[in-house]
């Protein structure tokens, strides 16, 4: 119904995924985003943070990697929960790779040294809609902590 409206008043906007996976994928980098801005401050430390997670977890280069920033970044813009984000990511990245984005919300958390309770409540949130258990969510906070401690 809801799509026969926008096609009615020309407000359609495509948006532009080449599959479910690269959903996911940019679901989990605006969800980084989302814990970026959870203080109120997107830092460049947390860019930069988010960027090299980026590189790392799909083996991008610096320009697709901002590019896949510069998407999620709209996304996050747009939403207006997090739901949309954990179902794409839920149906389509395995339990281990769930896990690891929690680890990577850590990190971004941790990146500005320091841990707001505004985005331990995003991540407790987001852990329990992507099934990741509090013992695993805790897990990925202490080694993320152990990461930053390293930096």
């Known amino acids: ?41 997107y830092a460049d430390i947390e860019q930069e943070t988010i960027l090299n997670v980026i590189q790392q977890s799909f083996g991008l280069d610096g320009s697709a990697a901002a590019a896949l920033l510069d998407t999620a970044e709209g996304r996050a813009e747009m ?41 331990d409540a995003l991540i407790r949130r987001v852990s329990a809609l992507l099934a990741v258990t509090d013992h695993e969510r805790a897990g990925a906070k202490r080694a993320a902590k152990a990461r930053a401690k390293n930096t």
């Open 1 to 41: 119904m809801f799509d026969k409206i926008r096609r009615l008043f020309g407000t359609e906007t495509p948006v532009v995924v080449a599959n479910d996976r690269d959903d996911a994928r940019i679901s989990s980098i605006a969800l980084l985003v989302e814990a970026a801005l959870a203080d109120g401050i």
């Open 79 to 119: 939403a207006v929960d997090h739901y949309t984000f954990t179902r794409a990511i839920k149906s389509n990245m395995p339990k281990a790779e769930r896990v690891a984005l929690i680890g990577h919300l850590w990190d971004v958390t941790f990146a500005d040294g320091e841990e707001s309770p505004f985005e």
